[in-house]
């Protein structure tokens, strides 16, 4: 069982753990994977056992490029881990990568929930965090086996426009 220090806070990932323990692990490797369908072939996250859209258990790890853009954020101004008190405020953001967009239907994709940090994992300032604004992977190592992937901004174009919350 790994039992690892994340900002002063214990993330233990038991040995049986079947769905988080390969992710972590594979981010280690500086490599973003998500699950694939055998049957459908859609790619999933969080890395759950079934398909969401045809039920099917079969599944392979497929290595995505981790690039995309901010669909949705939020400032969080009250922590409530004690380990993010002295972040705050600080941005989550809903990044939609760019495999799979539009599938399987029109509104959906791939998003994943995470931290935006500077390259050197501050937390990003709000004034940077905008709606549209393109955002790679990147890895915070925190053990041989563990790393939790979090998402940087990059100086690519947005494919179209930028929104932020105060700034119409
Ligand atoms: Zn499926």
Redesign the pocket.
């Known amino acids: 069982m790994a039992n690892v220090e994340y900002r002063g806070m214990s993330l233990v990932i038991p040995d049986n753990d079947s769905e988080w323990k390969e992710y972590l692990a594979a981010a280690r490797g500086h490599r973003l994977v998500l699950r694939e369908?055998t049957?459908?072939r859609?790619l999933r996250y969080p890395p759950t056992h079934a398909?969401p859209?045809?039920m099917?258990l079969g599944w392979t790890w497929r290595e995505v490029s981790g690039r995309g853009a901010i669909y949705s954020y939020e400032i969080v101004v009250h922590a409530i881990q004690p380990g993010f008190k002295a972040w705050a405020p600080y941005p989550v953001v809903l990044v939609e990568l760019d495999e799979q967009r539009g599938q399987p239907t029109a509104d959906e994709a791939l998003r994943i929930v995470t931290n935006l940090v500077t390259p050197d994992f501050m937390p990003e300032a709000e004034a940077n965090v905008a709606i549209g604004k393109r955002v790679r992977v990147v890895f915070l190592d925190l053990a041989d086996d563990v790393a939790l992937p979090q998402f940087t901004l990059t100086d690519e174009p947005p494919a179209e426009r930028v929104w932020r919350l105060g700034a119409l």
């Open positions: 369908c049957a459908c859609l398909c859209w045809c099917e």
